[in-house]
Protein backbone atom coordinates (compact mmCIF):
# COMPACT_ATOMS: atom_id res chain seq x y z
CA UNK A 1 0.00 0.00 0.00
CA UNK A 2 1.22 3.49 -0.77
CA UNK A 3 0.45 6.95 0.43
CA UNK A 4 2.15 10.31 0.44
CA UNK A 5 4.02 12.73 3.18
CA UNK A 6 3.04 16.36 3.71
CA UNK A 7 6.12 17.71 1.15
CA UNK A 8 4.11 15.55 -1.58
CA UNK A 9 7.02 12.48 -1.78
CA UNK A 10 5.12 8.85 -1.89
CA UNK A 11 5.83 6.66 0.71
CA UNK A 12 4.94 2.58 0.60
CA UNK A 13 3.90 0.09 3.72
CA UNK A 14 5.09 -3.63 3.32
CA UNK A 15 2.80 -5.37 5.74
CA UNK A 16 2.99 -8.77 6.72
CA UNK A 17 0.37 -11.15 8.13
CA UNK A 18 -0.76 -14.41 9.64
CA UNK A 19 -3.60 -15.52 7.50
CA UNK A 20 -4.61 -17.88 10.71
CA UNK A 21 -4.28 -15.51 13.49
CA UNK A 22 -5.38 -12.49 11.78
CA UNK A 23 -2.15 -11.31 13.66
CA UNK A 24 -0.65 -8.05 11.87
CA UNK A 25 3.66 -9.27 11.95
CA UNK A 26 5.50 -6.50 10.13
CA UNK A 27 4.81 -3.17 8.72
CA UNK A 28 7.82 -1.29 6.88
CA UNK A 29 7.65 1.91 5.79
CA UNK A 30 9.99 3.13 2.90
CA UNK A 31 10.31 5.23 0.01
CA UNK A 32 10.53 1.96 -2.18
CA UNK A 33 10.86 -1.95 -0.72
CA UNK A 34 12.93 -3.55 -3.30
CA UNK A 35 13.59 -7.20 -2.92
CA UNK A 36 16.77 -7.15 -1.08
CA UNK A 37 14.93 -5.08 1.59
CA UNK A 38 11.52 -6.90 1.68
CA UNK A 39 13.92 -10.18 2.00
CA UNK A 40 15.80 -8.22 4.94
CA UNK A 41 12.69 -7.48 6.86
CA UNK A 42 11.57 -11.30 6.73
CA UNK A 43 14.69 -12.68 7.61
CA UNK A 44 14.40 -10.31 10.93
CA UNK A 45 10.90 -11.93 11.42
CA UNK A 46 12.08 -15.41 10.93
CA UNK A 47 14.48 -14.73 13.96
CA UNK A 48 11.46 -14.93 16.41
CA UNK A 49 8.78 -16.71 14.16
CA UNK A 50 8.32 -20.31 12.85
CA UNK A 51 8.79 -20.02 9.49
CA UNK A 52 5.53 -20.08 7.02
CA UNK A 53 4.94 -23.06 4.73
CA UNK A 54 3.84 -20.42 2.40
CA UNK A 55 3.75 -16.75 1.07
CA UNK A 56 0.91 -15.41 -0.51
CA UNK A 57 1.78 -12.32 -2.46
CA UNK A 58 1.40 -10.39 -5.70
CA UNK A 59 3.00 -9.86 -8.82
CA UNK A 60 4.92 -6.44 -7.71
CA UNK A 61 8.63 -6.75 -8.56
CA UNK A 62 10.09 -7.31 -5.11
CA UNK A 63 7.98 -10.52 -5.00
CA UNK A 64 8.80 -11.78 -8.79
CA UNK A 65 12.37 -10.99 -8.58
CA UNK A 66 15.16 -13.50 -8.85
CA UNK A 67 16.33 -12.56 -5.16
CA UNK A 68 13.40 -13.23 -3.66
CA UNK A 69 12.37 -16.06 -5.13
CA UNK A 70 16.07 -17.35 -4.56
CA UNK A 71 15.14 -16.63 -0.93
CA UNK A 72 11.96 -18.26 -0.55
CA UNK A 73 13.43 -21.61 -2.36
CA UNK A 74 16.61 -21.71 -0.05
CA UNK A 75 14.27 -21.51 2.83
CA UNK A 76 11.84 -24.37 1.91
CA UNK A 77 8.95 -21.51 1.66
CA UNK A 78 6.40 -21.80 -1.24
CA UNK A 79 5.28 -18.46 -3.19
CA UNK A 80 2.00 -18.28 -4.07
CA UNK A 81 0.81 -15.25 -6.58
CA UNK A 82 -2.26 -14.33 -6.79
CA UNK A 83 -3.82 -13.55 -10.67
CA UNK A 84 -3.06 -9.84 -12.03
CA UNK A 85 -6.17 -8.03 -11.51
CA UNK A 86 -7.95 -9.80 -8.78
CA UNK A 87 -6.71 -8.63 -5.54
CA UNK A 88 -9.78 -10.66 -3.67
CA UNK A 89 -7.46 -13.80 -4.25
CA UNK A 90 -5.45 -12.29 -1.37
CA UNK A 91 -8.59 -10.92 0.73
CA UNK A 92 -7.01 -10.74 4.11
CA UNK A 93 -4.23 -8.51 3.20
CA UNK A 94 -6.76 -6.18 1.13
CA UNK A 95 -9.03 -6.27 4.46
CA UNK A 96 -6.02 -5.17 6.33
CA UNK A 97 -4.88 -3.05 3.97
CA UNK A 98 -8.11 -1.56 4.09
CA UNK A 99 -8.53 -1.41 7.85
CA UNK A 100 -4.61 0.45 8.08
CA UNK A 101 -6.36 2.97 5.46
CA UNK A 102 -9.24 4.04 7.43
CA UNK A 103 -7.82 3.96 11.08
CA UNK A 104 -4.78 6.12 10.39
CA UNK A 105 -3.35 6.05 7.30
CA UNK A 106 -5.99 8.46 5.80
CA UNK A 107 -6.31 10.46 8.63
CA UNK A 108 -2.62 11.63 9.55
CA UNK A 109 -0.39 13.66 7.31
CA UNK A 110 3.14 12.85 8.58
CA UNK A 111 6.33 14.92 7.65
CA UNK A 112 8.74 11.98 7.80
CA UNK A 113 9.07 8.56 6.98
CA UNK A 114 10.08 7.90 11.03
CA UNK A 115 6.50 9.69 12.06
CA UNK A 116 5.13 6.84 9.37
CA UNK A 117 7.30 3.89 10.93
CA UNK A 118 6.59 5.27 14.58
CA UNK A 119 2.79 5.55 13.69
CA UNK A 120 2.82 2.16 12.25
CA UNK A 121 4.41 0.29 14.84
CA UNK A 122 2.63 1.80 17.56
CA UNK A 123 -0.62 1.05 15.28
CA UNK A 124 0.45 -2.85 14.83
CA UNK A 125 0.78 -3.13 19.15
CA UNK A 126 -3.19 -1.98 19.69
CA UNK A 127 -4.46 -3.75 15.98
CA UNK A 128 -2.50 -7.36 17.84
CA UNK A 129 -3.43 -6.85 21.80
CA UNK A 130 -6.73 -4.86 21.55
CA UNK A 131 -8.86 -4.07 18.81
CA UNK A 132 -11.44 -6.55 18.62
CA UNK A 133 -10.98 -8.88 15.49
CA UNK A 134 -14.71 -10.41 14.52
CA UNK A 135 -13.25 -13.67 12.91
CA UNK A 136 -11.08 -14.34 16.32
CA UNK A 137 -14.46 -13.88 18.27
CA UNK A 138 -14.37 -10.89 19.17
CA UNK A 139 -10.74 -10.70 20.19
CA UNK A 140 -7.72 -9.47 19.39
CA UNK A 141 -5.00 -11.83 17.20
CA UNK A 142 -2.66 -12.41 20.64
CA UNK A 143 -5.31 -12.83 22.63
CA UNK A 144 -7.46 -15.33 20.54
CA UNK A 145 -4.21 -17.83 20.05
Given at each position: ?21 R????I ?9 R ?11 R?K ?9 P ?22 P ?11 Y ?13 F ?11 Q????Y ?18
Open positions: MHDQLSDGRSYRLLNVIDDYREGLVEAGFSLPALVIRTLNQLLEWDPLVIRCDNGEFISYEFVRWAAEHGIRIEYIQGKPQQNAYIERNRTMRYSWVSKHLDTLEQVQDYATWLWHNHERPHQANGGKPPLMAA
